[in-house]
């Protein structure tokens, strides 16, 4: 039986203009062969936050510091040990005025010996202002001279006056007689002269 449905012969010319011709074309690139898009390429890695730069300025600002520190502990370390010389110094010095002191009383009696010695052997008296003279001469080096100086003018930071009296041979306000020498001067004095003093007019 022949087959109703007639169509129409085609020549390869007509099926070639019949063809689509937004046909599309695989990209060997950006096809990934499973149906899945291509991973993004690799953004570029940012650089080190802060930089050389950075970094250079914070080790300077970190050695400013530690010089600030260390200039810091010499200064108090300075302090200290100018402060320790003074305390020193003042410990020394009442040490020596302590030391001193005690020599005053072996003095006194000393000086009354000699002025009570009278009669006595030439021999006594002369061993007695030896050992008088080379106890005042410790005193000395120590930094705490004698005076029983007569005829100078009466000093009230050197002298204690205890009496005024009337010596027509003696100018007014000078000390006539030393009743007891004084030793040291200023603010190393161990005790001021005890003396006599001539009488104005």
Known sequence: MANDSWEPDRSPEDALETEPEDTPHSDPVSSAGDGTDPAPAPAPAPEAAGGPESDGAAYTAELQELEDRWRHALADLDNLRKRHARELERERTAERSRTAAAFLPVLDNLELALAHSGPAPDAVVEGVRAVRDQAVNILDLLGYPRHAETGVVFDPARH???????????????????????????????????VTVAKGD
């Open 160 to 194: 204690e006056a205890v009496a005024v009296v009337q010596d027509p041979d003696a100018e007014p306000g000078t000390v006539v007689e030393v009743l007891r020498p004084g030793y040291g001067d200023g603010e190393r004095q161990l005790r001021p002269a005890t």
